[in-house]
Nanobody
């Protein structure tokens, strides 16, 4: 059974940075989509950034392009999200996810997010 454990959330002032990490276990596929989604109160879930674990192709939502960077470690079982120049509108619960069944169209997957999910980590950005 796939398990995803997020870490690194917290509170920061606007303009600051945070780094989220997601450790995956119980997973054997070497090529798949992993990514970060977020949901703020009263808003729909948004695919923030995804990565294809074989080759590293990335996708970003327009709202975070140029500010967020998704990456994976060499073992490909940890995905990170470096968030710079944070804005109050980035405040949300951030969830790590992995596509199940495995897929390669990670930009499309970002719109639907079907798969296995972590418990989430809160990010709060104050003005």
């Amino acid at each position: 059974q796939v398990q995803l454990v997020e870490s690194g959330g917290g509170s920061v002032q606007a303009g600051g940075s945070l780094r989220l990490s997601c450790a995956a276990s119980g997973y054997t596929y070497s090529a798949n989509c992993m990514g970060w989604f977020r949901q703020a109160p009263g808003k729909e879930r948004e695919g923030v950034a995804t990565i294809y674990t074989s080759g590293g192709m990335t996708y970003y939502a327009d709202s975070v392009k140029g500010r967020f960077t998704i990456s994976q470690d060499n073992g490909k079982n940890t995905v990170n999200l470096q968030m710079n120049s944070l804005k109050p509108e980035d405040t949300a619960m951030y969830y790590c996810a992995i596509a199940l069944p495995p897929r390669s169209d990670c930009g499309t997957w970002a719109r639907y997010g079907s798969g296995s999910w972590g418990q989430g980590t809160q990010v709060t950005v104050s003005s």
